[in-house]
């Protein structure tokens, strides 16, 4: 069994505005997790299968789905809606949607919906997001926004998946995400024994993103992941750990992902 995320536990999931995609990596959790994109275009990857968001995407994911938000524009942003298992079986176990207490259902679960639709959605996650300090009702709001989702996601248009990456991709992938061993395009193709030019058409057509663009973003991940608050690492040190092989490619990389110097995000401590 996978961990939970990490939120207070007494709210029996969590709700919040995601502007960035710097910090995504692949993987996967105890709660079913619900995106509501508001604007923008991202690219996630899912369980070998590349999946398109545009504003009015609703996407579902379940325990057993690992999952990586490889790519976004300037302007994309979702809401994120992540809810216990156990608070979960509770709002389906009379009349409620049983399909999403599933940890892996058949097919995907991909849906558009119209502004008429959406923006009452969205209301209430602003409004909710001001209730943490009062759990009760937080729980009540994750609950009742649960299943509001729902009901608009089966009266939503179906949004087509047709794109599934080569296993040699996905494994690429997975190894630049770790960090672990060389990562150079060299090495990568002899480990899945395919050429060089190969792996570096495919990933970029099947990906939409180049191998480097990839693994830039795989060491920001790093970076910020060590990083922290500043208490533990220097800027320089967090980057040369992360991966990166100088501080001035660290700062190319950074300032072109973030919209923002390394310096300006040590200043500010948030993305």
């Known amino acids: 069994m996978q961990a939970l995320l990490d939120y207070p536990h007494h709210l029996y999931g969590y709700l919040w505005l995601k502007r960035s995609i710097a910090s995504m990596r692949v993987h996967r959790h105890e709660e079913l997790e619900c995106n509501l994109v508001t604007s923008g275009e991202g690219t996630y990857l899912i369980q070998g299968r590349r999946v398109n968001l545009v504003p009015g995407s609703v996407l579902w994911l379940f325990p057993e789905q690992n999952h990586?938000?490889?790519?976004?524009?300037?302007?994309f942003q979702m809401w994120v809606l992540v809810v216990h298992p156990?608070?979960?079986?509770?709002?389906?176990?009379?009349a409620g949607p049983t399909v999403l207490t599933k940890r892996n259902p058949a097919g995907h679960f991909l849906r558009f919906l119209p502004k008429a639709s959406l923006q009452p959605l969205l209301?209430?996650?602003?409004?909710?997001t001001g209730l943490e300090q009062e759990p009760a009702r937080y729980k009540a709001?994750?609950?009742?926004?649960?299943l509001s989702i729902w009901s608009a996601y089966e009266k939503g248009s179906a949004i087509p998946i047709k794109s599934t990456i080569h296993p040699a991709i996905e494994e690429v992938a997975g190894r630049i995400h770790s960090g672990e061993g060389r990562d150079?395009?060299?090495?990568?193709?002899k480990h899945v024994r395919m050429t060089p030019a190969?792996?570096?058409r495919l990933?970029?057509?099947q990906t939409g993103l180049s191998v480097t663009a990839f693994r830039?973003?795989?060491r920001m991940e790093r970076f910020l992941t060590l990083y922290g608050d500043g208490t533990r690492y220097t800027l320089l040190d967090a980057a040369l750990e992360a991966g990166f092989g100088s501080y001035p490619q660290f700062y190319r990389v950074f300032t072109q992902l973030a919209g923002k110097t390394p310096a300006m995000f040590q200043k500010e401590g948030t993305l």
Do not use: P
Not at 68 to 75: A, F, I, P, Q
Not at 123 to 128: G, N
Not at 141 to 146: H, P, Q, R, T, W
Not at 184 to 189: I, K, Q, R, V
């Open 141 to 146: 709001g994750l609950g009742y926004l649960l």
């Open 184 to 189: 150079d395009l060299e090495t990568l193709a």
């Open 123 to 128: 209301s209430f996650c602003h409004e909710l």
């Open 203 to 205: 990933f970029k057509q």
């Open 68 to 75: 990586l938000l490889l790519d976004g524009s300037s302007d």
């Open 216 to 218: 830039n973003r795989c």
């Open 198 to 200: 190969t792996i570096s």
């Open 86 to 94: 156990t608070y979960v079986r509770q709002l389906c176990e009379h």
